[in-house]
């Protein structure tokens, strides 16, 4: 930046050249005194010897940082996963005359966040990885987060008053994609020590937060920083995180470690940073601990999942003040979709009605709404105070389980909060819609094709060239614009019958066109 761009330039740069001057004017002071004391020496016996240097005796200074990481350390562990990977085997298919050679496809990253990764033809990879993890409860209770132990075939603990290699099995009691949280549990054999968490809602940007955690696995690792900001939103279509942002280092390994304010509580589980080398740039984020509570105690209950309220509504994330003129309201929500089949559908709501209330409360906005809405259990009943066309109305809703509404944009989630097994067709593939998101980022236009999720080896699809992450737009002249239509087309193929797939490939845009892949059915 420009030191003259702007005031705080204007003042900053005459302070540094002040200090530089100042540094080199003592350092000629001082070399002078030196340079003095050097020629008095030269009259002096050689026989003369030098002062040994001592340590002075301790010193305590400042002690707060010390203290809280002393009290917290002991309730931080080092959290070790083993899980196995299977890939798919990655094959070039098709081609034209522009095709220029099997190199790295710029969309793997895109297609490894949906299925997992790029694979390849080996057998399976024994995966290792490590995180952190805070014990909140003196039976074994510790919190961390769900990306730490997500998929993980083996969960080991190490505690910190364990002598090295000592590792504790570690089970996993629940997990919620919301917030990216999970709970595990080792068997202890007496009481541990416990965090004591805080209210992250007392927090300002600007208090100072210490980050404990095992960064590239060095355990017991304390950092610094200040609260930067609060309620940051980083993640697409995730309403339940919003994080504190620090920049106390956080490195790989720290995530799920805490962030804890001055007074030794935990206000936030270290949960994500921002970057673009994988390693600390000075922007961290931590799930608030008001938030960790709710989950936390809904996991370790029967169901061992987080049920949130919902009732089948979308409006936009961000809230724009021409929404609000052109609907002619002054505040609430508008509504952008309604799903069919759900509460709001069932009771009457449309698109470009406004909520305005829930049970006679005034909600100002989408957060609002969510948190009101999400709060309540499902089959609990509201009253929606909503505007249509400049007249206020009401409307009696029956608030649904969420995970069973978005089951497919929260990752296929069945009731029991496990991803649902992928219904295999006689085709040997899995196929799933296209979101919206996919769409943008395939180039295809929204809602049409299915792509595919996975392939079985020797099947019939892999026999014609079909991979992971390849849309499926027709087969055999028929349109494919959803898993149903997916699903009909192939139950009405038989054996011996030819089969034509019209396919845009992994990576391809549209100026790159679609390909057949074609064979006949065994």
Do not use: C
Not at 446 to 464: E, N, R, T
């Amino acid at each position: 930046m420009d030191p003259h761009a702007s005031g705080f330039g204007t003042r900053w740069k005459p302070a540094y050249t002040l200090t530089i001057l100042a540094t080199l004017t003592l350092g000629i002071l001082i070399g002078t005194v030196i340079s003095k004391g050097v020629r008095g020496q030269e009259n002096k016996k050689s026989s003369d010897s030098a002062t040994p240097l001592t340590i002075p005796s301790p010193q305590q200074l400042s002690n707060q940082f010390s203290q809280i990481a002393k009290q917290l350390e002991p309730t931080v562990v080092n959290i070790n996963t083993e899980s196995t990977i299977k890939p798919s085997p990655r094959r070039r298919r098709g081609g034209s005359d522009q095709d220029g050679g099997d190199d790295q496809n710029p969309f793997d990253d895109f297609f490894d966040r949906f299925f997992g990764g790029p694979g390849a033809n080996q057998g399976p990879i024994r995966e290792r990885s490590l995180g952190s993890g805070v014990i909140v409860d003196s039976k074994g209770y510790i919190v961390t987060n769900r990306h730490v132990v997500e998929k993980a075939d083996r969960i080991r603990v190490r505690i910190d008053e364990d002598p090295p290699g000592v590792l504790h099995d570690a089970k996993l009691i629940g997990a919620d994609q919301e917030t990216d949280l999970a709970v595990i549990k080792i068997d202890a054999e007496k009481p541990l020590p416990v965090a004591k968490l805080g209210n992250s809602e007392s927090m300002q940007v600007g208090d100072w937060v210490l980050a404990v955690g095992s960064p590239f696995g060095l355990s017991e690792t304390v950092t610094a920083g200040i609260v930067s900001a609060k309620g940051r939103n980083i993640v697409p279509n995730r309403q339940f995180q919003s994080f504190i942002q620090t920049d106390a280092a956080i490195n790989p390994g720290n995530s799920g470690g805490p962030l804890v304010n001055m007074a030794g509580e935990v206000i936030g589980i270290n949960t994500a940073i921002l970057t673009d080398t994988n390693a600390y740039a000075g922007v961290g984020f931590a799930l608030p601990s008001n938030t960790v509570v709710a989950v936390y105690n809904q996991l370790i209950g029967p169901d061992h999942r987080v049920a949130r309220g919902s009732i089948g509504i979308e409006f936009a994330a961000q809230e724009n003040p021409a929404i609000a003129r052109v609907y002619g309201v002054n505040s609430g929500v508008t509504i952008s979709n309604v799903i069919a089949g759900t509460p709001a559908d069932q009771a009457g709501l449309r698109v470009g009605d406004t909520i305005v209330s829930v049970d006679g409360k005034t909600v100002k906005n989408g957060d609002e709404l969510v948190a009101n809405i999400a709060g309540r259990k499902p089959g609990t009943k509201v009253t929606l105070g909503f505007v249509r066309n400049g007249k206020k109305q009401e409307a009696a809703v029956t608030v649904t389980d969420r995970a069973k509404l978005f089951s497919a944009r929260l990752g296929e989630e069945d009731e029991a909060g496990e991803p649902a097994a992928p219904k295999e067709s006689k085709l040997g593939l899995n196929v799933r819609a296209v979101t919206n998101e996919m769409a943008d980022r395939l180039d295809i236009a929204a809602g049409k094709g299915v792509i595919v999720q996975d392939v079985k080896p020797g099947a019939f699809a892999d026999d014609v060239g079909l991979a992971r992450g390849d849309v499926i737009l027709e087969i055999n002249k028929q349109a494919v614009n959803s898993e149903d239509d997916f699903n009909h087309v192939a139950a009405t193929l038989k054996s011996g019958q030819d089969v034509v797939f019209l396919v845009r490939q992994r990576g391809a845009g549209r100026q790159e066109g679609t390909i057949f892949l074609a064979g006949t059915l065994p």
